[in-house]
């Protein structure tokens, strides 16, 4: 069973910092390009972060040099430190998994998603 379990999401004053962090189950982490995104109120879901398997990182433009995503193989864990948050940063955040298999099969997973609320 897969699983993708997000934690660090919560209140913070504009300018302030979070640390996301998810954790993996059930899937190959070590060959999965890992990512964030997130969904404010009425709008579309949209790409924050992603992290390859062959470590390449991509950002939105919205949050380069602000956030950073990083992943650990060893543990199952990818992260998203979030520096600079401005109240447009508020949404909930998934954490999203794809694995592509040699065959060409693509397994996608995402996470339940934490809040993160950016007010003053």
């Known amino acids: 069973q897969v699983q993708l379990v997000e934690s660090g999401g919560g209140l913070v004053q504009p300018g302030g910092s979070l640390k996301l962090s998810c954790a993996a189950s059930?899937?190959?982490?070590?060959?999965?390009?890992m990512g964030w995104f997130r969904q404010a109120p009425g709008k579309e879901r949209e790409l924050v972060a992603t992290?390859?398997?062959?470590?390449?990182?991509n950002y939105a433009d919205s949050v380069k040099g602000r956030f950073t995503i990083s992943r650990d193989n060893a543990k199952r864990m990818v992260y998203l430190q979030m520096n600079g948050l401005k109240p447009e940063d508020t949404a909930v955040y998934y954490c999203?998994?794809?694995?592509?298999?040699?065959?060409?099969?693509?397994?996608?997973?995402w996470g339940q998603g934490t809040q993160v609320t950016v007010s003053s």
């Open positions: 992290f390859t398997s062959v470590d390449s990182t």
């Open positions: 999203n998994a794809v694995t592509t298999y040699h065959s060409g099969r693509r397994d996608e997973y």
């Open positions: 059930g899937i190959i982490f070590s060959v999965s390009d």
